[in-house]
């Protein structure tokens, strides 16, 4: 997981009620936009925050402006991209909106029922092969997607 630190720091992260539900450990130095259907009914537990900002609605568009305010005094939190971390429905709602993707490759089978399925506007830029992965961090490598410029 040190490659999602190190590349989300400082950084905005979009992602689905359930998700956030699933955190296990705050992400310090993230601001999370939450997106869910009722968001005058999901509870925001302001003594557990799982990140530096949070911010909850039920629209992509509204959510991310009202991250940008509440990080108006904050300049050093990349505003020209978000994270999308999952789940499936969010990355199906901004499958038409991402310009790049990265993929890990994680050697561990885990039991689900939702995929992430890559944007077709997207293709393969580079392949990172690591020396990362072990019982603790089954980490192997990622794929940088992005969209495909006509040459």
């Not at 997106?35 to 925050?49: A, G, S």
């Not at 629209?59 to 050093?76: F, N």
């Amino acid at each position: 997981m040190s490659f999602f630190r190190r590349r989300t720091m400082n950084s905005i992260i979009v992602m689905g009620r359930k998700t956030y539900e699933s955190l296990y450990r705050k992400l310090t130095g993230r601001h999370i936009v939450i997106l869910t259907r009722n968001p005058d009914t999901f509870y925001l537990d302001n003594e557990n925050l799982m990140g530096d900002t949070v911010v909850v609605s039920n629209d992509l568009q509204l959510g991310m402006g009202k991250i940008l305010d509440c990080l108006i005094d904050h300049p050093e939190v990349d505003r020209e991209r978000a994270y999308i971390v999952g789940g499936e429905q969010i990355y199906t709602l901004t499958a038409n909106l991402v310009a790049g993707a990265y993929v890990s490759h994680i050697e561990v089978h885990v039991e689900g029922d939702a995929h992430y399925k890559l944007p077709e506007h997207l293709t393969v830029a580079t392949n990172h092969p690591t020396e990362l992965g072990n019982e603790e961090d089954p980490f192997r490598s990622y794929t940088f997607y992005e969209t495909e410029i006509a040459g």
